[in-house]
Structure formats: C-alpha cells, structure tokens
C-alpha cells in the first residue's frame, strides 16, 4: 500500500502545476474568475500527467515531450476550442494572419504557448522538486486509465462548453487535418531519438545566462503573440509568422549545444524559471491593461508566492549539488 501512493506528492503538484501556469499566472484565468481552475485542472492536469508517463515509460527526451506538448496544443485549440478556426474566438477579432479558414498567426503561438507553458516547464519544475523520481513513471495502470478517463470526459466537456458559448462549428476537413497532424506528432515524438547531435555553438553558459537566454526567448515569443491582438502593428503575418520560428530554432540549437556539455538540473531550473518569468510578467501587463484591481493585486501577489518558492527549489538545489 506504501508503494501505491508513493508518488502521490509529485502527481498532484504537477496535476495543479500545469493549470496553475498555463492559466492563472499567465492571467487568462484570474483571480476574479478563479473557480474556473477548477474545471481547467482536470483537463490540463490529467493530459500533462498522461504526456509526462508516456514520456517515461517509453524513455523519452525532452524534444519529444515538447512534440507531445504539440500535439495537445493542436487537440485543444483546434479540435476543441477550435480557437485556430474561429476569426471571432470570445469576443477577440483572430483574423490576422487568417486562410483558408484558419488563424494561422494565432494557431501557431497559442500551440507553441501550450506546448511549453502547459506542458514542458510544469513538468520540468516538479521534476526538479523530486530528483529522485524524475526518471521514473509515476502512474500505476489504474492511475493511467483513471487519468484517461478525466482527460476523455473533461475533452467532451470542454467541447460541448465552448460550441455552446460560441455557436461556431468548424468544416469536417479541418478537424481531420488537425487530427491527423496531432497524431503524426505523436508518432513522431515515439521515433525521435532521444539524443541527437548538434554541435555546440558555444560553450555552456553560467546559469544566469541560460536563464536570461530563456527568459528573452519566451519574452519576444509572447510579444510576438500579442502583436496579434494589434493586428501586426503594421507588420505582415508572415513575418511575424517566420520570427516565430526563427526564434524557436535559435532556442533549439542553442540548448541542445549546451545540454550536450556541462549540463545538470541548475540548467534546467534556469529555463524553466526564465520562461515562467516571463510569462508571470506578460500575464500581469496584460491584466494591468483590462482595469480590474482585484486582478492585479491578486496577480501580484500570486507572482510574489511564485518566485518565492522557486528561490526556495533553486536553494534546494544548490544544496544537492554540494552534497
């Protein structure tokens, strides 16, 4: 029984983890509007859990964790919410960048901003509050099925919710496309090997480097994404579009260069703590900008609890490396 719910700590903090950064500190589920975490939880929760085992069980890197990331990402805003085909999502004009009935500009950021922020650093994060676990799966085969079972259910709700609020329903083709596409990532994710060969462009950095290198990277990627709210500010989709990925292979060849050297878990804590920076900080402008003060103490607030538990992990994790 003791081994059953050994691992009971590091699931539910990464069950809450994930909506608790994807939402709530990035300000689109505020304080005023809290009681909707609820819902959230179980839908990111059980499918950052689910991406987390299959990437354990089947000795996965994190390349592949962040195709998952992908995959869930395409699932969620374009079968779903099906955001990357509405040009009117809640009220927000997503035309910019619009073809061929999709918000290519908005579909782009928005899965990138899934795949990260509601995947990859909340998994990060608490594997790094257990370093002794973090190679290993957690789940049992119960927990698996109940996992699926939530993720399932809260998929359908999620659904039906949104179609319901929004009266849009996108064309057949294009949630096949999006269906196709998230299962191709899938496999994908599978095959990939988990260690590939990028010559290193430079030689690993301090820690503070890595971090500030993850926290500009995540900063012009959202500000990218919000350009998209001011119809390009007079830029065409395509480049924003372009320098989003540019931005994404510079980060890529950059971190697998240095992973490939002196590399270790402070590295890992300062990319995850870089990219939830800057994401606490855009979600705090962004609500600053809608007026409500009740939000913006809360968020405050909610961003000062942050940092200081994560000084308290990277403590913790000096400390280990000491010892």
């Not at 919410?81 to 908005?106: E, H, I, M």
């Not at 950059?254 to 800057?278: D, E, P, V």
Request: glycine share 8%; hydrophobic share 55%.
């Amino acid at each position: 029984m003791k081994n059953h719910f050994s691992n009971i700590k590091p699931i539910l903090i990464l069950f809450i983890l994930s909506p608790l950064i994807a939402e709530l500190l990035f300000g689109s589920t505020p304080a005023s509007r809290s009681f909707q975490l609820i819902f959230e939880a179980f839908f990111y929760g059980s499918a950052v859990l689910l991406i987390r085992e299959f990437a354990r069980r089947y000795n996965l890197g994190w390349t592949s964790i962040i195709i998952l990331g992908i995959a869930f990402g395409i699932i969620e805003e374009c079968i779903l919410l099906q955001s990357a085909f509405n040009p009117n999502f809640l009220g927000n004009d997503l035309s910019f960048g619009r073809t061929k009935g999709v918000n290519w500009v908005w579909a782009e950021y928005i899965i990138g901003y899934h795949a990260i922020w509601s995947i990859t650093i909340p998994i990060l994060i608490t594997e790094l509050l257990f370093p002794g676990k973090s190679s290993k799966p957690w789940l049992s085969k119960m927990g698996i099925a109940i996992m699926t079972i939530i993720y399932l259910l809260s998929c359908v709700a999620f659904y039906s919710t949104f179609i319901k609020i929004t009266g849009f329903a996108t064309s057949f083709i294009h949630y096949l496309i999006a269906g196709i596409m998230a299962l191709v990532l899938i496999v994908l994710a599978i095959i990939l090997p988990k260690q590939r060969s990028f010559k290193p462009i430079s030689k690993t950095p301090s820690y503070l480097i890595a971090g500030i290198v993850a926290f500009a990277g995540s900063a012009a990627w959202l500000i990218l994404f919000s350009l998209l709210f001011k119809q390009g500010a007079g830029l065409p989709a395509w480049i924003i579009e372009l320098t989003g990925i540019l931005i994404v292979m510079i980060l890529y060849i950059l971190i697998s260069g240095w992973a490939q050297q002196n590399w270790n878990n402070n590295y890992l804590f300062s990319l995850a703590s870089g990219g939830l920076t800057a994401s606490m900080i855009f979600g705090l402008i962004t609500l600053v900008q809608t007026g409500n003060q009740l939000d913006i103490i809360c968020q405050v607030i909610f961003i000062l609890i942050t940092s200081g538990l994560m000084i308290l992990l990277k403590k913790s994790l000096l400390k280990n490396k000491e010892q």
